[in-house]
């Protein structure tokens, strides 16, 4: 039954056709994990995840194009089109020092299924014969929505799955279960490198409701976020609402959360997360407007172009109101038809009178004053 379940909906789909033609001959090909779980909830898996007990990179190539392979995990990922394969020899793993990458060594399926996080991910359909393994109480526990780590230790040697429990609560509605809950509580974040911490809190921005599994993850683990982190603050919906299609909805939520925190501690926090310096900035900014003050007290069109020019899409957002709202889909793409070059033209000095100029004839034009090149031109030069 659910061997027939996975299989036809591998068959049901490009991706999973592909799968089993480049599977065929090749024994010891699995469908394991999130693809396993996500088809047997009946919802679309992100990525295909495939277990090989044997040669990994034969049956990633047979698959498609390969992005990467990594000859210490035995992993590979696959593309083909729109088709993504996560391919991983079958492997136990011993984690030397918790929090950091385990050490691996290829071992059968059943082992392979004993080191991963959660009961539901550890269910495993064999491409080859139809075969279903998993670990003990794994399918009752899909059923029953309820995530459960395999052992004790799990969330000592890899403190992210607190993360991803948080994810997976979220995401799939599925409960914590009581025990696993009380392991996550005595988890140390602090043992887990920034990368991989900044790693899992990206991948929860990118998730339809980041501030439910923010509020998750500090229930299940108060320590998982820094002090003035707020994981639901008021005002994500609108600005996401607010927020142009140029703009990115992960800061805009994130900047949100990190409003109370000082600027000098988000700096060093966003850091040690590896955060890009575009990104670090763009939400150290932002993180600033959520009051968006002067930008609602503006009265005027040219007002509201003078709180609001320069700052990122992402900070008007975050400030919210009508003011924000007019900005973002009007007065941000008015456009000047003169340029600096037309007041050189007419005799102005080089130098600061002609942004002063351009900036009275921008106002002018906001504000319905100036309509047309002859008109900014006046206004710019100061003759009306
Ligand atoms: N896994 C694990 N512990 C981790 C990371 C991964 O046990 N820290 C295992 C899980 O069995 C997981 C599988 O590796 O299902 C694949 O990892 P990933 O693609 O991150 O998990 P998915 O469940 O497929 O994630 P998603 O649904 O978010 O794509």
Known sequence: MVATRVLDALRAGL???????????????????????????????????????????????????????????????????????????????????????????????????????????????????????????????????????????????????VWRIARYAVRLGFAVEPATARLAAHARPGAVSGERFGHELRLSLGEDDPCAIFERLRELQ???????????????????????????????????????????????????????????????????????APLRAANTPSQIGRAASGAPVEAVALAGGPNARRWLDELRHVRLEITGDDLLAAGMPQGPPI??????????KLDGRAAGRAEELAVALGER
Do not use: K
């Open 15 to 161: 991706c999973g056709r592909r799968l089993i033609v480049a599977a065929e001959g090749q024994t010891g090909v699995w469908l394991v994990g999130g693809a396993v779980r996500d088809i047997l909830l009946g919802r679309e898996p992100r990525e295909l995840d495939v277990a090989v007990e044997g040669d990994v990179e034969a049956l990633a190539r047979r698959l498609g194009d390969v992005d990467a392979l990594h000859e210490r995990f035995g992993t590979a990922t696959v593309s083909a089109g729109d088709c993504r394969y996560d391919v991983a020899r079958t492997r136990s793993e011993h984690y030397p020092v918790p929090g950091a990458l385990p050490d691996v060594r290829p071992a059968p399926l059943a082992e392979d299924l004993r080191r991963r996080d959660v009961t539901v991910n550890a269910i495993a359909v064999s491409l080859s014969d139809g075969g279903v393994e998993a670990v003990p109480g794994a399918l009752e526990d899909l059923h029953g929505r309820v995530l459960r780590v395999l052992h004790d230790r799990s969330f000592e040697d890899d403190p992210t799955r």
């Open 222 to 292: 108060p320590m998982a976020l820094p002090e003035g982190f707020d994981p639901r603050p008021d005002g994500v919906a609108e600005a996401l609402s607010l927020l142009p299609d140029d703009g990115r909805r992960d800061l805009v939520v994130l900047a949100a959360c990190c409003a109370r925190m000082s600027l000098d501690l988000l700096q060093r926090w966003l850091d040690h997360l590896q955060f890009p310096a575009a990104d670090r900035d763009l939400v150290l900014a932002a993180s600033r407007w959520v009051t968006g």
């Open 355 to 364: 942004g002063a100029g351009l900036r009275r004839a921008l106002d002018a």
